[in-house]
């Protein structure tokens, strides 16, 4: 099967372009959505780490022009003159408050703008074209993708910015206890990587076969209950299980805990959203970094999953629960931001992979102990700033997805990676160990 024809399926052409400009409507609606605040909250850096939110709003628009209206649609430039200020790499995040941004209003119609042209594109292009950034409508695939990816880190801007009452909550289903927390996986081959999931990125491919070792992962993330007895028993204060760059960084900044909490007596609190609550226990620990996470491992007699590890337990599927689309509300993981949080441990029991590991789809990113690299005979496309340049030992892979990720944006073979310092992310782990 071509990669066409796992995007088509049944409906052709005319459906494919049905579906994109639904897709194309929804990300709109989600990213206008976390804006809607007063141009104060919009223009203003609430992190070093972050843009301000109306650097993000006005981004996606020009990545748009850049690629569907340009390079696919041959159209002049609409605003070449701020093409600059929304180069990811021309300016870091910590200096975008002083470049001259389009303010809030402007923002929202210049986007609106770039999308009526990008809709007038979508319904002359041929999708069965022999281009790469046309066949199967990857162009399209690749802009709401990364409006999705922007619309995520809106949402750790807004957890940065502790306003109350701007981000939605929503309901999830209870947890279920497991029968056992740690699941084997045999030795053998597996395929990893992809050739046929029509919108990947480059970095995904090509598939490729590798051999791995027997090892054992566990069944589920790791909980605030399970991770609060590490900080209870010293974990923070005992270099023993932290890496050396690890500790001189835990040491250097005070962190004590995962980012938003806080002791008050017996008890710890988090601030989620502008919300102070008590850390619930049955959660996957988020917003912690990859040392951290390496830290706990090590602490529990175990070790972060390489990323093969963790793709090998998914079944070598699209989905661990096989090829159906997990939809906004599915019944297989926590995507969407159905809710504002991770879901209780066991919530989704039919999100379960072949072998039976559980939630490796939404609710927290899951970091692994792989740094950030091509695979082999990977081929850079369509531009080198989207993965190639950031290859090598500087970031760790995160995989799986977040309550916060769009199903559109996550499947097994997607690689995300980041700074192992960072825990603004919507960040947690699982842990693995070898067969003794």
Same mark, same amino acid.
């Given at each position: 099967?071509?990669?066409?024809?796992?995007?088509?399926?049944?409906?052709?052409?005319?459906?494919?372009?049905?579906?994109?400009?639904?897709?194309?409507?929804?990300?709109?609606?989600?990213?206008?959505?976390?804006?809607?605040?007063?141009?104060?909250?919009?223009?203003?850096?609430?992190?070093?780490?972050?843009?301000?939110?109306?650097?993000?709003?006005?981004?996606?628009?020009?990545?748009?022009?850049?690629?569907?209206?340009?390079?696919?649609?041959?159209?002049?430039?609409?605003?070449?003159?701020?093409?600059?200020?929304?180069?990811?790499?021309?300016?870091?995040?910590?200096?975008?408050?002083?470049?001259?941004?389009?303010?809030?209003?402007?923002?929202?119609?210049?986007?609106?703008?770039?999308?009526?042209?990008?809709?007038?594109?979508?319904?002359?292009?041929?999708?069965?074209?022999?281009?790469?950034?046309?066949?199967?409508?990857?162009?399209?695939?690749?802009?709401?993708?990364?409006?999705?990816?922007?619309?995520?880190?809106?949402?750790?801007?807004?957890?940065?910015?502790?306003?109350?009452?701007?981000?939605?909550?929503?309901?999830?289903?209870?947890?279920?206890?497991?029968?056992?927390?740690?699941?084997?996986?045999?030795?053998?081959?597996?395929?990893?990587?992809?050739?046929?999931?029509?919108?990947?990125?480059?970095?995904?491919?090509?598939?490729?076969?590798?051999?791995?070792?027997?090892?054992?992962?566990?069944?589920?993330?790791?909980?605030?209950?399970?991770?609060?007895?590490?900080?209870?028993?010293?974990?923070?204060?005992?270099?023993?299980?932290?890496?050396?760059?690890?500790?001189?960084?835990?040491?250097?900044?005070?962190?004590?805990?995962?980012?938003?909490?806080?002791?008050?007596?017996?008890?710890?609190?988090?601030?989620?959203?502008?919300?102070?609550?008590?850390?619930?226990?049955?959660?996957?620990?988020?917003?912690?970094?990859?040392?951290?996470?390496?830290?706990?491992?090590?602490?529990? $007699?175990? %070790?972060?999953?390489?990323?093969? #590890?963790?793709? @090998?337990?998914?079944? +070598?599927? *699209? =989905?661990?629960?096989?090829?159906?689309?997990?939809?906004?509300?599915?019944?297989?993981?926590?995507?969407?931001?159905?809710?504002?949080?991770?879901?209780?441990?066991?919530?989704?029991?039919?999100?379960?992979?072949?072998?039976?590991?559980?939630?490796?789809?939404?609710?927290?990113?899951?970091?692994?102990?792989?740094?950030?690299?091509?695979?082999? $005979?990977? %081929?850079?496309?369509?531009?080198? #700033?989207?993965? @190639?340049?950031?290859? +090598?030992? *500087? =970031?760790?892979?995160?995989?799986?997805?977040?309550?916060?990720?769009?199903?559109?944006?996550?499947?097994?073979?997607?690689?995300?990676?980041?700074?192992?310092?960072?825990?603004?992310?919507?960040?947690?782990?699982?842990?693995?160990?070898?067969?003794?």
């Amino acid at each position: 099967m071509t990669d066409l024809d796992a995007v088509l399926g049944n409906a052709g052409p005319t459906g494919l372009k049905e579906r994109i400009a639904a897709e194309l409507a929804a990300v709109r609606e989600r990213s206008l959505a976390y804006t809607d605040a007063d141009d104060d909250m919009l223009v203003r850096q609430h992190s070093p780490l972050m843009s301000p939110l109306v650097w993000d709003l006005a981004h996606v628009g020009n990545y748009e022009e850049l690629w569907v209206l340009r390079e696919v649609g041959g159209i002049e430039p609409l605003r070449p003159e701020i093409d600059h200020l929304y180069d990811a790499f021309k300016h870091p995040r910590k200096d975008r408050p002083s470049l001259p941004l389009l303010g809030p209003a402007e923002a929202r119609k210049y986007i609106s703008g770039v999308r009526g042209r990008v809709l007038d594109v979508l319904d002359q292009v041929d999708l069965a074209a022999p281009d790469p950034l046309r066949s199967g409508g990857y162009v399209f695939g690749l802009v709401l993708q990364h409006e999705h990816q922007h619309d995520e880190t809106m949402l750790a801007t807004l957890q940065l910015s502790r306003r109350p009452g701007l981000v939605r909550d929503g309901e999830l289903p209870p947890g279920r206890p497991a029968a056992e927390p740690e699941v084997h996986i045999p030795a053998g081959v597996f395929t990893m990587g992809t050739d046929t999931v029509a919108w990947a990125y480059d970095n995904e491919r090509p598939a490729h076969r590798i051999y791995l070792p027997g090892y054992w992962i566990d069944r589920r993330p790791v909980t605030n209950a399970a991770y609060l007895e590490f900080v209870e028993d010293g974990g923070y204060r005992d270099p023993r299980w932290w890496l050396p760059q690890g500790w001189e960084w835990a040491e250097r900044n005070g962190v004590e805990a995962p980012l938003y909490w806080t002791r008050d007596g017996d008890t710890w609190w988090r601030v989620r959203f502008g919300r102070e609550e008590p850390v619930p226990p049955d959660e996957p620990v988020q917003h912690v970094s990859w040392y951290e996470a390496d830290a706990y491992a090590r602490w529990a $007699g175990k %070790r972060l999953p390489t990323e093969a #590890e963790w793709e @090998k337990a998914c079944g +070598g599927r *699209t =989905y661990p629960w096989g090829e159906a689309d997990p939809g906004h509300l599915g019944r297989w993981a926590n995507l969407g931001h159905r809710a504002a949080r991770p879901s209780p441990a066991g919530a989704f029991p039919d999100g379960a992979s072949p072998y039976g590991v559980e939630q490796l789809i939404g609710d927290v990113w899951e970091w692994t102990d792989s740094w950030f690299q091509p695979y082999p $005979g990977y %081929r850079c496309f369509p531009y080198e #700033e989207y993965s @190639k340049v950031f290859f +090598g030992e *500087t =970031y760790r892979v995160l995989r799986g997805g977040s309550w916060a990720t769009h199903p559109s944006a996550v499947r097994t073979t997607f690689r995300n990676w980041d700074y192992p310092i960072r825990r603004q992310i919507f960040a947690g782990f699982r842990c693995a160990r070898s067969e003794e």
